[in-house]
Nanobody, 127 residues
Framework: QVQLVESGGGSVQSGGSLRLSCAAS????????MGWFRQAPGKEREGVAG???????TYADSVKGRFTISRDNAKHTLYLEMNSLKPEDTAMYYC?????????????????????WGQGTQVTVSS
């Protein structure tokens, strides 16, 4: 059974930084895709960034140049480094992974291509 556990959320002021982590368990290899999603109150869950074990990332336009996704395959851990945070980045952030392996760019930020989800960690950015 795959489980994902996020950590690292919190409250920061606009322009600040946070680093999220997601520990995955239940996988026997690193051949799975991982991503970060977020959901603000009253809005749909949206893809933020995704990455395969080869390290090639995909980003939503809204976070390009500010967020960096990475993963440690040996530790089965996913990271999201968030810099220059804005109030509109405020949301619950979720880690997700799939069973199939790599995703093409057009699917990397689509939530329907992921099978497993963490419980989320809250990020709040004040102005």
């Amino acid at each position: 059974q795959v489980q994902l556990v996020e950590s690292g959320g919190g409250s920061v002021q606009s322009g600040g930084s946070l680093r999220l982590s997601c520990a995955a368990s239940g996988y026997t290899s690193s051949s799975y895709y991982m991503g970060w999603f977020r959901q603000a109150p009253g809005k749909e869950r949206e893809g933020v960034a995704g990455i395969y074990s080869d390290g090639k990332p995909t980003y939503a336009d809204s976070v390009k140049g500010r967020f960096t996704i990475s993963r440690d395959n040996a530790k089965h851990t996913l990271y999201l480094e968030m810099n220059s945070l804005k109030p509109e980045d405020t949301a619950m952030y979720y880690c997700a992974s799939n069973r199939w392996g790599p995703l093409i760019t057009e699917r990397a930020l689509g939530r329907y291509w992921y099978n497993y989800w963490g419980q989320g960690t809250q990020v709040t950015v004040s102005s």
